[in-house]
C-alpha cells in the first residue's frame, strides 16, 4: 500500500509526518476538505514537502549511507524494514515481520536494489520466523517472477498472480499469531 498526495507517493518520513493530521481527522478535528492542506502544511513544517529530493545515493557511497537514507526516505514497508533491522543488527523482535503480497515484496525489492550487498544474506532472513525460512529459501525464484511478471516498481503489470502463489506456496500454512488472513 502506498500513500499518495498531490501526486506524489510519500515516503515514510513523510508518512510519520502526517500521522498526527490523520488523528485529527479521525478525531473530526480536521474536516475531510481540510485535510490534503493540513497533510502539506505538516510536510512543510517537518522539512519534507511535497515534492523534494527523495532520491537515494548511489553505489559511490557506503552501505550505512544508503541504509540511512532508505529509512528516511525510502519506500519502508514491515517487511522491508525487517530486512534493514536484521542487516544492520538492530535485534528489535517486533520488526520480524515477512512480505505478505507481491506490494510488500516490491518494496523489499527496491531496498536490495539500493543495497544489492544484502542480496547474498537474505537467507539469513530464515531464523527470523518460519515464514521468513520459506520466503528465504525461495528468494531468488519469488524475486525473479515478480521482476519478469509486474517489473520492479512495478513498471510492467499492477498485479502479481504467479509471483502471489510463489510466495503463499513457500510461507506454506505459517500463520503469524494475532493475525487474521483471509484464504480466497
Known amino acids: 500500500m502506498s500513500v499518495e498526495l498531490k501526486g506524489h507517493i510519500l515516503n515514510q518520513r513523510q508518512l510519520d509526518a502526517i500521522v498526527p ?10 474536516k475531510q476538505k481540510g485535510f490534503e492542506d493540513a497533510c502539506v502544511k ?26 540511512q537514507a532508505w ?10 524494514k525487517a530486512i534493514y533491522c536484521h542487516m544492520t543488527g538492530n535485534a528489535d523482535k517486533d520488526r520480524w515481520n515477512h512480505p505478505h503480497d507481491p506490494d510488500d ?7 536490495l536494489d539500493l543495497i544489492p550487498e544484502w542480496k547474498e544474506r537474505m ?11 520459506g520466503l528465504a529459501a525461495n528468494w531468488a525464484e519469488i524475486s525473479q517472477t515478480f521482476v519478469d511478471e509486474a517489473g520492479m516498481d512495478w513498471c510492467k503489470a499492477k ?5 502471489y502463489a ?19
Open 159 to 163: 498485479n502479481a498472480p504467479k509471483t
Open 166 to 184: 510463489l510466495m503463499e506456496q513457500a510461507i506454506g500454512n505459517y500463520e503469524e499469531p494475532g493475525v487474521f488472513r483471509i484464504r480466497l
Open 21 to 30: 493530521v490523520m488523528n485529527l481527522l479521525m478525531q473530526g478535528k480536521v
Open 105 to 111: 515484496l516490491n518494496r523489499c525489492l527496491l531496498l
Open 71 to 80: 529509512i528516511l526516505n525510502g519506500r519502508v514497508g514491515m517487511s522491508a
Open 42 to 67: 505538516a510536510l512543510e513544517s517537518a522539512g519534507c514537502p511535497v515534492g523534494y529530493d527523495t532520491s537515494m545515493p548511489g553505489s559511490d557511497t557506503t552501505v550505512a549511507e544508503r541504509a
Open 123 to 133: 537467507p539469513e532472513m530464515k531464523s527470523r520466523s518460519p515464514a521468513w525460512a
